[in-house]
């Protein structure tokens, strides 16, 4: 065999190798098969209590500085954050809660000053990897497997300097 005819060879080949390597599921099988994946090889964090929906109006909340300290973390910090839902329908999980920060600024807190939302620090989103297993088509187009994919999550929110030039 010359090189050609081996290259020509291997070209045929590859595609039936890279079908073969993934374990292929019928469409009503693959939530049990994800939620066996996931836990076994990629757990997932506690999703928090309570998220929005994603297209309702949110605002800086400076108000409720002005009350009690509140309890939950997202409302106590000087960046503030809600939680909102995200689908992704080819992915499992398919919803999961992403953090929203509520305020351009930070909001500012001095001795008996009511709070202050102060445009001299931003607000930005802490973002952290996460592994989702996305559906795909296997080679023979009637079943799919499942492909782990890597997502940046917002998962809060902090307050930074602002950037000078």
């Known amino acids: 065999m010359d090189m050609k005819q081996v290259v020509t060879f291997l ?6 190798w890279a079908c073969k390597m993934h374990k292929c ?3 009503h099988e693959l939530s049990d098969a994800a939620n066996r ?3 076994s090889h990629y757990p997932q964090p506690p999703e928090p209590l309570s998220a929005a929906a994603a297209d309702t109006p949110s605002s800086c909340p400076l108000a409720l500085y002005e009350q009690q300290l509140p309890q939950h973390i997202s409302d106590r910090s000087v960046s503030p954050w809600r939680y909102v ?6 992915h499992f999980p398919s919803t999961y809660a992403e953090a929203q920060c509520l305020c351009s600024g930070c909001i ?3 001795d008996k000053a009511p709070p202050q939302m102060s445009d001299n620090y931003n607000s930005v989103p802490i973002k952290q990897s996460r592994v989702f297993l996305k559906k795909e088509l296997c080679c023979d187009e009637d079943k799919y497997y499942l ?8 998962v809060g929110c902090t307050c930074v300097r602002v950037k000078s030039s």
């Open 147 to 154: 492909k782990p994919v890597t997502v940046e999550v917002t």
């Open 25 to 27: 599921y019928e469409d």
């Open 85 to 90: 839902l995200v689908t992704k329908k080819d």
């Open 108 to 110: 500012l807190i001095r």
């Open 37 to 39: 994946k996931l836990m």
């Open 11 to 16: 070209l045929f080949l590859v595609p039936v």
